[in-house]
């Protein structure tokens, strides 16, 4: 008998969004995934593009997210792309919206007054590229000293992109403990194992 998004501690809610999504059933990555994120343990985790693996993140992420009284955002997804933010956003916000979260995606390329004006009503799911978020955050747009959840994205190509630094300069300034989970395609641990900055590699989940 297969293992259901209910056994992997995924909220009734968000199973009920799934649903209606025509998602009814777990993928491998989630089954090896999901219940270690649910217990808020740091995560590294390998999948093929089309495993599922962005919703291996996004169901604990959002699961865990609360929402700050000042509108600052709780959680924090990394990639290196416009093109990986809005795809990621394409899957989260359905399943924010379940829960009544507000969620952004912030990148280069746009406009970014528009951003602060949105960002300034309040966020709790913030979906950035490390150079657009550096620029909210030295302009003291975006706050994430209380970020509780961070997710790096395609860490291979972060660090074939020389975007490393850039996320340890943002994970300075996150200031509370905080969950991190890291997911890649492709992830090289040679590539990773100078930059760990914040216990990526407690738990290696590996789906070849």
Not at 31 to 54: F, H, N, P, Y
Not at 69 to 87: C, F, S, W
Request: one cysteine or more; charged letters at 25%.
């Amino acid at each position: 008998m297969s293992t259901t998004f209910a056994e992997l501690g995924v909220p009734q809610d968000l199973i009920d969004a799934l649903a209606q999504q025509g998602i009814e059933s777990p993928f491998a990555i989630h089954t090896l995934a999901i219940k270690v994120e649910m217990a808020r343990r740091d995560v590294c985790g390998k999948a093929k593009t089309g495993s599922g693996k962005t919703l291996a993140f996004s169901l604990p992420a959002i699961a865990h997210t609360e929402r700050n009284k000042d509108g600052k955002p709780t959680t924090l997804v990394l990639t290196p792309t416009r093109e990986l933010a809005n795809q990621i956003t394409g899957v989260v916000e359905p399943l924010a919206k379940a829960r009544q979260l507000r969620t952004i995606a912030v990148y280069g390329g746009t406009n970014i007054d528009k951003q602060i004006e949105t960002i300034t009503k309040g966020i709790d799911i913030i979906i950035a590229t490390p150079g657009r978020l550096i620029d909210l955050i030295e302009r003291k747009a975006m706050d994430v000293a209380l970020v509780e959840c961070v997710v790096v994205d395609e860490a291979d190509r972060m660090a074939d992109m020389g975007f490393l630094p850039q996320v340890e300069w943002i994970l300075r300034h996150i200031q509370v403990n905080h969950q991190t989970m890291l997911f890649s395609a492709t992830v090289s641990y040679t590539h990773l194992r100078a930059h760990e900055t914040d216990s990526y590699l407690v738990c290696r989940l590996l789906l070849e």
